[in-house]
């Protein structure tokens, strides 16, 4: 479970996604990073193989990504497939050509004739059609290399000993008829074994944490409700029983009606029983005195750190546990020197007792399919994400207090409501609406305000690595508008489209 077999480098191709998912479907877990962190990873890991994506990218381009500068090129470390810019890339940083004879892109359905021989193409037919989207083309394969598929041009290539290769089309598209018979003759190339199958994850899991625990020891388990603390309450309930403290806390951050939610969802895992601390008071007071983001997200996680440090000492526990993700991970820097974008309120809090955050390896979706495994409902293994700080992370550039959380409380429920109405909330993946704590003159009535804004944001996304701005009907965009102003405080309601990268889907 702990190593990952694939590292997929993404050079930006809208298809990227699509390459994890398919190797998923088959039985094999990846991880996606973009060239730099891949670099980092790379030398802290001993994958099987490494693929590297399509791109809208010329190699040509002044500053085009360059392959992670550790990436092992002999294929002697793991097996190297680049696919469309990642064999462009491969051909010409091995000397090889890359030019656009055709004078146009290819962009949609190709036909391209393969060398069948070829381990990457057993039982594929002889001439197959596949997805091609590309300007450059490879003219001039590097030396040792040869053909192995052609179209218009060289559509793919491979080293004397099966360990580099690339191919011009996308395997990974579903319009490449035999693209998913390409990507398991991949897979048995690179000798990749199956390690996605969710109910043997739960197993080892399981049989993890009871190990590291031990037959007395109590483990407290933070819960928010959500889908990670609560899939991980659903592995840890029977494994662990009355020796599990499942820990709520109301930080004055929750949404309307959600610490209800929490308690029914954390039921559905099959916890018998819920320890709620009241912290409202203290995680106001502290994180009101900066405006912050960074500094905002220390606050929260000092009181964070005490509440839970109170329920240690409380039940005699030895253990905590709680719902990381690699994404996380990932985004707090812990890969090894990668750039910190956010604190997470949960990585690296440095308890007295052993931390154990058994979902660390696995991204959004592949947690989401362990609760439906796990028989949770779908209400809770669909449940759209919410920061664990809350709805402190929605009050923006102006300090927090009772009455601004109140105020974005009432504005997220409003919101919800009319997307639930419009039958809206299952398109999109995250709601935000956050007040911006900069004034602006407005009229209400005959008199002038001079008043706060919210932004609404909602993004489409599969792993929250990156994201979509989602456009709303301009009908919806205008009731909650006209839902929003109502409030005697706001004069302005912004929608951000903005897509991640460069925005995060929180504010802060
Ligand atoms: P960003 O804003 O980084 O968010 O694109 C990605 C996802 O993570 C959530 N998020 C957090 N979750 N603690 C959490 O538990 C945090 O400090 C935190 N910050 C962001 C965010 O809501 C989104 O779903």
């Not at 190297?80 to 892109?105: K, S």
């Not at 009871?210 to 990670?228: H, T």
């Amino acid at each position: 479970m702990d190593g990952i077999q694939i590292l997929i480098v993404d050079y930006g191709s809208q298809y990227t996604l699509v390459i994890g998912r398919t190797l998923r479907e088959l039985g094999v877990r990846s991880i996606i990073l973009p060239s730099e962190k891949a670099e980092i990873w790379l030398k802290e890991n001993n994958p099987k193989s490494v693929i590297l994506s399509g791109s809208n990218w010329s190699v040509y381009s002044e500053n085009a990504p360059k392959l992670p500068a550790s990436l092992d090129t002999s294929g002697a470390k793991y097996v190297v497939l680049g696919i469309c810019y990642g064999m462009q890339l491969l051909a010409y940083t091995l000397g090889g050509n890359v030019d656009r004879p055709l004078g146009h892109r290819e962009y949609g359905p190709a036909k391209v004739k393969l060398k069948t021989s070829h381990p990457l193409f057993i039982g594929v037919a002889k001439e197959t059609e596949v997805w091609a989207s590309h300007g450059d083309t490879v003219t001039k394969i590097p030396e040792g290399f040869e053909s192995i598929a052609i179209s218009e041009g060289i559509a793919g290539m491979t080293d004397k000993n099966n360990r580099v290769l690339g191919v011009q089309f996308h395997p990974e598209v579903t319009d490449t008829k035999e693209g998913k018979k390409i990507l398991q003759n991949f897979i048995n190339l690179a000798h990749c074994v199956k390690d996605w199958d969710p109910k043997d994850l739960i197993v080892e899991m399981e049989e993890e944490v009871k190990r590291i625990v031990g037959e007395k020891n109590k483990v407290v388990l933070g819960v928010s409700g959500g889908v990670d603390s609560t899939v991980l309450a659903g592995i840890l309930a029977p494994a662990l029983g009355e020796r599990l403290v499942c820990l709520a806390i109301d930080t004055g951050g929750l949404r309307e009606g959600e610490m209800e939610e929490l308690k029914k969802n954390v039921t559905s895992a099959g916890v018998k029983k819920i320890s709620i601390v009241d912290a409202k008071a203290d995680f106001l007071e502290n994180i009101g005195k900066t405006i912050d983001a960074e500094e905002k997200r220390e606050k929260f996680r000092e009181v964070y750190k005490k509440v839970f440090e109170a329920e240690i000492l409380k039940h005699k526990a030895k253990f905590i546990a709680q719902g990381t993700l690699a994404t996380d991970i990932i985004e707090s820097g812990q890969v090894g020197e990668s750039a910190m974008i956010k604190t997470h309120h949960n990585v690296g809090l440095g308890f007295e007792v052993d931390d154990l955050h058994p979902l660390r390896h696995l991204f959004k979706y592949e947690v989401r399919e362990l609760g439906k495994t796990l028989g949770l409902p779908e209400s809770v293994y669909n449940r759209a994400p919410f920061p664990g700080p809350g709805l402190y992370l929605r009050v923006v550039g102006t300090p927090v207090d009772a009455e601004k959380m109140a105020l974005v409380r009432e504005a997220d429920a409003k919101v919800r409501e009319i997307l639930v109405r419009h039958n809206l909330d299952k398109q999109i993946s995250q709601l935000i609406v956050a007040m911006l704590g900069i004034n602006s003159v407005g009229v209400k009535g005959d008199e002038r305000v001079y008043g706060h804004s919210l932004a609404v944001r909602a993004v489409q996304t599969v792993d929250f690595m990156t994201a979509k701005g989602y456009h709303f009907p301009p009908e919806v965009a205008d009731e909650i508008t006209s839902a929003l102003i109502k409030h005697k405080d706001i004069v302005r309601v912004f929608f951000d489209m903005t897509p991640k990268p460069p925005a995060t889907t929180e504010f802060e």
